[in-house]
């Protein structure tokens, strides 16, 4: 098996935006529900965002109308746009399959919201 690579994080200032994009090398990409993971320091993972494998979207609570993810199953890709972010988004963000995790997790991608 070959984990996920997540890419796009940084330094942000609280409001602005980030991108994150995910590459997850895998036969039948297509068919598997997607999500979005993150990792606050000193806290569990939790779940951000999925997308299922027929495009429809859910999103935790706390991202509803900041976050948007896609997918590109031609490219083996899903992305993650964030927007009006907070000090409280800062993590390490993972994607992986859902509900069931396939992959072994990534090393993910630093987002640190400060100012």
């Known amino acids: 098996q070959v984990q996920p690579v997540e890419s796009g994080g940084g330094l942000v200032q609280p409001g602005g935006s980030l991108r994150l994009s995910c590459t997850a090398v895998?036969?039948?990409?297509?068919?598997?529900?997607m999500a979005w993971y993150r990792q606050a320091p000193g806290k569990q993972r939790e779940l951000v965002a999925v997308i299922n494998n027929n495009d429809s979207t859910n999103y935790a609570d706390v991202v509803e109308d900041r976050f948007t993810i896609s997918r590109d199953n031609a490219k083996k890709t899903v992305s993650l746009q964030m927007n009006s972010l907070k000090p409280e988004d800062t993590a390490i963000y993972y994607c992986?399959?859902?509900?069931?995790?396939?992959?072994?997790w990534g090393q993910g991608t630093w987002v640190t919201v400060s100012s």
């Open positions: 992986n399959s859902y509900p069931e995790t396939h992959w072994p």
């Open positions: 895998r036969m039948l990409f297509g068919i598997y529900n």
